[in-house]
C-alpha cells in the first residue's frame, strides 16, 4: 500500500498548523499517511480528525511559537532522518517536509544548508545527488545549484551535462514525458554579451548545450534569464500550454524569484534524482506568525497533492 510519510517541522514554526489545515482539507484515508511528529506539538496547534499513525519523535521541552532553539533543530533534523530510514525501508513511498529552520539545526550541531542535504546524505546511494525541482502547475524550474553563497557558485560544462541528462530522465521515467523542451538560463546579464559581460556561456553553458543536443536532447542555446522567463510567467497566468517543460536556472535566486512572484503558496520544492521523491512548501517556518492560526495552508496542500 502506498504511503506518504510526513514531517512538521520546526515545532516553533508553522510546520504543524498547515500539516493539520492541509490534511483536513485532503480527506486522506488514514492509512496512507504516516506523521512523523510528537504528539505534543499536534496538540498545541489544533487537532487531527483522522487516527493517522504517528512516528514519535522526541521532544522534552514546552512548545514555544517564533522561538529559534536547538531543541527544535534536533527534533526538526530527527524527523527528516527517521522518515529516510522508513522510506529506505520501503515502509513510506514518498516524503513531505514542513519547514525548518537551518538556524536551528546549525544549533543543534547538524550543519546542513537545507533538508536537501539531509536527503541526499540518508537516501542517496551509487553515486546518486538530490536536485531542487520546483513546480507550479505547468511552471517547472530547475536549480544546478542547490544552498550556496553567490560568490561561491561554479559552474562547468560537466556539471550541467550530467545534471540535465538526469532530469531527461526524470522526465521519461516519473512525469511520462519522452522528449521534453528545456530552456537554459544564461548566467551572465544578456547571455554574457558574446563574453563582455562574463565567460561562462562561453566556456560552459554552450559547450554543454552542443552535447545535450548531439544526445537528442531538446534545449535552448543560453537565454537571458529576464527576458526568458517573461513568457513563462505569461504562459502561467494564462493557464496556457507551456513553451518549455523545465526552465533550467543557474542558482537559487534566478530560478525562485520568477516562480514564487507568478504562483506564491502553490510553488512546491520538490527533491529528485533520489529513490524517493520529497516535496515541501516553497515557503520557510514563518515564525513571526507562529501560534496564531492565521498560517494559510495551500503551499503543503500542494505538496501533498504533488505525492499522491
Request: aromatic share 8%; charged share 25%; glycine share 8%.
Amino acid at each position: 500500500m502506498r504511503k506518504i510519510g510526513i514531517t512538521t517541522g520546526d515545532p516553533n514554526g508553522i510546520g504543524a498548523e498547515i500539516t493539520i489545515k492541509a490534511l483536513k482539507t485532503l480527506d486522506l484515508p488514514k492509512n496512507e499517511v504516516v506523521l512523523f511528529t510528537n504528539k505534543k506539538i499536534i496538540d498545541f496547534y489544533g487537532e487531527l480528525d483522522k487516527d493517522y499513525e504517528i512516528v514519535e519523535i522526541p521532544f522534552d521541552v514546552e512548545v514555544t511559537p517564533g522561538k529559534i532553539d536547538k531543541i527544535c533543530g534536533e527534533f526538526s533534523f530527527n524527523a527528516v532522518k527517521k522518515a529516510c530510514e522508513y522510506a529506505t525501508n520501503k515502509n513510506i513511498s514518498a516524503i513531505v517536509t514542513a519547514p525548518t529552520a537551518k538556524c536551528a539545526m546549525y544549533m543543534a550541531g547538524h550543519n546542513f544548508n537545507g533538508q536537501t542535504e539531509i536527503l541526499q546524505k540518508y537516501l542517496a546511494h551509487n553515486g546518486q545527488l538530490a536536485e531542487m525541482f520546483f513546480v507550479a502547475g505547468n511552471f517547472r524550474v530547475l536549480l544546478l545549484t542547490r544552498h550556496c553563497a553567490l560568490k561561491d557558485i561554479k559552474i562547468s560544462k560537466e556539471l550541467v551535462v550530467e545534471k540535465i541528462e538526469k532530469l531527461k530522465e526524470f522526465y521519461s521515467t516519473r512525469l511520462k514525458i519522452y522528449n521534453p523542451k528545456f530552456a537554459l538560463c544564461a548566467f551572465n546579464p544578456h547571455a554574457g554579451e558574446d563574453g563582455i559581460l562574463g565567460q561562462e556561456e562561453i566556456k560552459y553553458l554552450q559547450p554543454a548545450v552542443e552535447i545535450l543536443k548531439s544526445e537528442g536532447i531538446q534545449i535552448t542555446n543560453p537565454l537571458p534569464a529576464d527576458t526568458l522567463f517573461v513568457k513563462a510567467a505569461q504562459e502561467y497566468f494564462n493557464n496556457s500550454t507551456a513553451s518549455y517543460d523545465c526552465y533550467i536556472a543557474n542558482y537559487h535566486d534566478q530560478g525562485l524569484i520568477p516562480i514564487k512572484t507568478v504562483a506564491g503558496d502553490k510553488t512546491v520544492n520538490m527533491t529528485i534524482g533520489l529513490d524517493v521523491i520529497r516535496t515541501s512548501p516553497g515557503h520557510g517556518t514563518a515564525f513571526d506568525i507562529a501560534g496564531k492560526n492565521i498560517a494559510n495552508e495551500t503551499g503543503m496542500i500542494e505538496a501533498i497533492k504533488a505525492v499522491l
